[in-house]
């Protein structure tokens, strides 16, 4: 569900900035792995997770713009002694793709009105592909209020492994002073979005930001999987950052994080979507390091 969030506010792109061309092309690539931790019911866990993106923006005139958006990512987890689950590892890679159409209509009076509507997969390696689909729409209404400020609100709605589900979120970039700024969580980065960072700006290029934003996906898990056959995994986590940030040119940047997954909970269903067991952890201890650009 938040993927198809990223991918909208990935092509959002500051649509009151103009244009240097008519079509810019946005790449992104990151990699994230976890410190061993704590589940409550007994034993560790681990994880490392890679993303890449690419984005196409096109504007069709000063007011329109057409985007194309394409994400894959993988996560690998490794278990320690699971006790929630018998000591058995409740699975082991879980992967994603994604691809969302966006339109985007900027108004003269600084309206800003755009929807999204994608297809993503999300499963577990093995999994039967047609039921690890998700279909859906994202779409958000927001007013430049200043050159300064955009606000917004957005929804976003997909159906597929689960119940057809909603999620709200809020659109911000705030440039407080030329050098601090209130926005959501870098889009290209590998924790957001849906959450809020402040970012500050002591050299041009240099950019030290703290945030914390809210993570849900769900995969569908393979049909030989042993504690839940055909069913659904769904992750939960409030990802607490810190970031550190140099643009050494439009064309690449360099991000690192540090940070910690709280509030985790990792729930799973079986094939007719009942819950089976759900599992609490502690403090997921991350870094990460992500390349971005524009071109």
Partial sequence: MHRSIWLTLMALSTPWLAYANDTSVDYSASYLFTRDFELNRGGEARFN?????IGVQHRLDPQRTLGLDISGGKQKWTFTQPKAWGGRAPWQTLERAG???????????????QIAPGIEYAGEADAKRSDA?????????????SPDLLLGLGISAWSGLENTSAFPFIVVDWRISPSLRLHNPFSAGPVGPAGLELS???LPKLELATGATIRSYSSRLAANNTVAAGGVLEQTTVPVFVRAGYAFSPFMRLDAYLGAGL????????????EISQEKHDPAPFMAIAVSGTF
């Avoid at 509030?263 to 009942?274: M, N, S």
């Fill in 200 to 202: 500050w700006s002591p």
């Fill in 263 to 274: 509030a985790g909970k990792l729930t799973l269903h079986d094939a007719q979507e009942r």
């Fill in 133 to 145: 689909l998700g279909y859906g729409a994202t779409g958000f209404i927001a007013r430049a209020w």
């Fill in 49 to 53: 997770w890679q993303q890449v993106g």
């Fill in 99 to 113: 691809l969302s159409v966006s339109y985007q209509y900027a108004s003269q009076d600084g309206w800003i009105y």
